[in-house]
């Protein structure tokens, strides 16, 4: 059963270039595939799934944090979609990586283990593709350390 309905417009606007119209006041996104088949003016397909696994990520592990009135901003995400083919030569999202930095020193958060053992389960969107493609993260400290 649906909690909610999310809706959005795609128009061509010429080749593979599209406007993706978010409603409300929201902007308008233009995409578009890279260079042969388009002309690279916008994110791809590709980039805004990582986008919105990182994004989503992102939210949830600062969701997790502030409810412990944790302050870990700001913080960063470098996603990373590897491209490969299937069994019927296919291009497809094969594995995603996500690395999450905080913007603080972990010896500053409390609470820290819990937060990072639980966080992935509530990410909407990376639970989401994360049942058809894997999807490792890694969060880091703002001293580089790895903390999962």
Do not use: W
Not at 52 to 59: I, P, V
């Amino acid at each position: 059963m649906s909690e909610k309905t999310v809706e959005i417009t795609l128009s061509q606007r010429q080749d593979y270039r599209f406007d993706v119209d978010f409603g409300g006041s929201v902007p308008v996104l233009t995409t578009d595939e890279s260079v042969p088949l388009g002309t690279g003016l916008g994110p791809t397909p590709v980039q805004l799934l990582c986008a919105a696994a990182g994004n989503c990520l992102c939210d949830s592990l600062l969701f997790a944090l502030r409810k412990f009135k944790q302050a870990p901003e700001p913080i960063r995400c470098r996603m990373r979609a590897e491209i490969g083919r299937n069994e019927q030569g296919r291009l497809r999202v094969q594995a995603m990586h996500a690395a999450i930095t905080l913007g603080v020193p972990a010896a500053t958060l409390e609470h820290l283990d819990r937060v990072l053992a639980q966080f992935e389960a509530f990410c909407t969107v990376a639970q989401t593709i994360g049942q058809a493609v894997p999807i490792e993260v890694e969060v880091f400290d703002s001293e580089g350390v790895k903390l999962k």
